[in-house]
């Protein structure tokens, strides 16, 4: 068992930062892939990005690769996400998920390819 757990979640203006966190801890050497999602009010939860400590490779949505950054340290099995400009859009509650396997391109945003899942963090931005 893996215990996934979000931080740094708030309320912001549009166009200011946060900085969201997860940790993964439990059984989580066996962990790959610490990744992000989030779903808006009434809508899917979609994928934004992820980090794999196996190769420091990162993965971006095309909504948050020109705004968000994440990073992670696979020693403490920690992620982080950078999100800077922020939108209206960007409200929604934010979930870590963890993963055991090295995912690529095609399989790093499918929610499936993800084993644990925190409970999540409101992310709210004000126009």
């Known amino acids: 068992q893996v215990e996934v757990v979000e931080s740094g979640g708030g309320l912001v203006q549009a166009g200011g930062s946060l900085r969201l966190s997860c940790l993964a801890s439990?059984?989580?050497?066996?962990?790959?892939?610490l990744g992000w999602f989030r779903q808006a009010p009434g809508k899917e939860r979609t994928f934004v990005a992820a980090?794999?400590?196996?190769?420091?490779?990162?993965h971006y949505s095309n909504s948050a690769k020109d705004r968000f950054t994440i990073t992670g340290d696979g020693a403490k099995k920690t992620v982080d996400l950078q999100m800077n400009s922020l939108k209206p859009d960007d409200t929604a509650v934010y979930y870590c998920?963890?993963?055991?396997?090295?995912?690529?391109?095609?399989?790093?945003?499918?929610?499936?390819?993800?084993?644990?899942w925190g409970q999540g963090t409101q992310v709210t931005v004000s126009s």
């Open positions: 998920a963890s993963s055991r396997s090295r995912l690529i391109t095609s399989t790093v945003a499918q929610e499936t390819s993800y084993d644990f």
């Open positions: 439990g059984r989580a050497f066996s962990t790959h892939t």
């Open positions: 980090f794999d400590w196996t190769n420091n490779r990162k």
